[in-house]
Structure formats: C-alpha cells, structure tokens
C-alpha cells in the first residue's frame, strides 16, 4: 500500500457508531435481516436489535448478508421494543404513513444530524417495522421523532433494507460532516426515565381525582404524545417529578369532605 493514500480507514471502520442502533420489529423475511446487516456494514454501522423476528438466526439472513455476518452475529434478539430501546436517550421511529395524530417529521438527513450529534454521549435507536403493516400506533409513540423518506405518493413504502440503507447512509454522510450542533447537546431522560415519569403522573392524576378509575379516558396517551413531542431534558424530568411527589403530599395532607 502507497503512503501517499488518503483514503486511509478509521481505526475501527466497521464500528463508526456505537451508540447508534437499527431496531427491526417482527421482520418477516430472513432475507431483508440479512440485507439490513449489509446496508449497515457499508455505512459503518454495527449495532443490530431484532424484536421478535420471525426466523432468526436463517440461512437466507446469512446469504443476503454477504460479508457483513459479523453483524448478524452480533445482533441481539429481544422479545419487546421496551427490551430494545429503555436506554436510549433518543428513538426515531421511520414510517411510510402518514398518520391521524401529528408528530414532529423529520427528512432523513435532519434526523441523521440530530442522531450522529446526541449519540457522542447518549444512545440512539433507529425503529423500522414490519415489512406489512409498518410500526403500530403505539410504536410510533414512544419514538421522540418521525422520519418520512420522501417517495412516490402513489406508492410509498420502501423494501425495508433499502429504507436502512437511505438512513444509515445520511448517518455516515452526517458522521464526516462537522456540525456545530454539538454545543446543543443536553443530557435527555431515557425511556426508562419516562416510564417511571409516567407511571408517577398518572398514579398522581389519580390521588387527585382527575383520572377516575372507571373511566380514565384517554388523559394518559394525550399527556403521553405532549411529553414525548416536548421531550423533556433529564433535569426537567426531575423537577416534574418532584413537583408530582410535592402534589401527592399536599394531596394527602388535605383533610376528607364527610361527604
Ligand atoms: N405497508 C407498510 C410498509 C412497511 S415498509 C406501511 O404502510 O407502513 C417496512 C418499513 O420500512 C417501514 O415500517 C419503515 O420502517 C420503513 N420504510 C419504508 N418506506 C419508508 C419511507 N418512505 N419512509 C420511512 N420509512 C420507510
């Protein structure tokens, strides 16, 4: 090899991103696995979640892979999205639709900025769905941001390998540019964090009487889609907490009607 090539590899170009994970839900075909592993090896990706996948580990996954089984090998087979995404800081759930509740959308290359920016000191998750039906609402909910890679109206879905090749490429291409987006960075609460929030606020909402056992309505899915828009930054997450503790207490103090 000359001295003179510039093209020299990082240190450990197989693994640019650490901190960055491609979540797959219940995929279907072995094959697009396989596909998913190469389109990220090429783009310097190495982190693999598989939530239920249909057949996994599969001949077709290793054959489609060509030579990025090493990612295969290293990818974790979990049975949830909570197992997959409950320590990371930042979910970017990626969809076809167009759906009923609005979120904030962004282009690949925006979200690819945000995630190569927050993931130098936090962990980021990339969520892809089901070669059919795509992600669930639900899904979609728990994720801080939506991307929608712009495609033909009349027909809008991506084979699933090649909607992780378009994500994973803006990502490398992100990851060499420089980006004063840095000095933005602030430390996020992770899913787990959330969680917790919310299994305070509505056990609160509850002390006080605003959800009423026989008819909760849909108070915490609202509350649930502000808090995941707004995105509460971790020091923010504990003063919400601590005022619902400081509520429960005021809550309890307060002497019963007889009534
Ligand atoms: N019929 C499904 C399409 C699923 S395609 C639907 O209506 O949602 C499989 C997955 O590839 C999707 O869940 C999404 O993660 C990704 N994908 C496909 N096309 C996409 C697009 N245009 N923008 C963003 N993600 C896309």
Redesign the pocket.
């Known amino acids: 090899m000359s001295n003179k090539d510039t093209t020299l590899a990082p240190a450990d170009s197989n693994r640019l991103f650490p901190n960055i994970r491609i979540v797959l839900i219940n995929t279907f075909h072995p094959g697009n696995i396989g596909s998913v592993a190469r389109a990220m090896k090429t783009m310097g990706l190495s982190e693999l979640y598989l939530v239920a996948p249909k057949q996994f580990p599969a001949e077709e996954a290793t054959t489609m892979a060509v030579g990025a089984d090493d990612i295969l090998a290293s990818a974790k087979v979990v049975n949830t999205l909570h197992e997959a995404i409950d320590d990371c800081a930042l979910v970017v759930g990626?969809?076809?639709?167009s759906r009923a509740n609005p979120w904030p959308v962004k282009t690949a290359n925006e979200a690819a900025q945000q995630i190569v920016a927050e993931s130098k000191t936090q962990q980021a998750a990339i969520v892809?769905?089901?070669?059919?039906?795509?992600?669930h609402n639900d899904e979609l909910q728990r994720c801080n941001v939506h991307?929608?890679?712009p495609?033909n109206p009349n027909y809008?879905?991506?084979n699933?390998a090649a909607?992780v090749q378009i994500i994973c490429y803006e990502i490398f291409l992100a990851g060499g540019t420089k980006s004063d987006y840095k000095q933005q960075v602030t430390e996020y609460s992770t899913k787990k964090d959330m969680d917790y929030f919310y299994e305070h606020l509505e056990q609160t909402l509850r002390d006080i009487g605003f959800i009423i056992k026989a008819h909760p309505g849909k108070t915490m899915l609202k509350l649930k889609r502000y808090f995941n828009r707004t995105r509460p930054e971790l020091l923010e997450l504990n003063m919400l907490r601590g005022i619902l503790t400081a509520i429960q207490t005021a809550a309890h103090k307060k002497p019963k009607h007889d009534d």
């Open positions: 990626t969809s076809a639709r892809f769905g089901r070669e059919t039906m795509g992600l991307v929608y890679i495609s809008k879905a991506l699933l909607a």
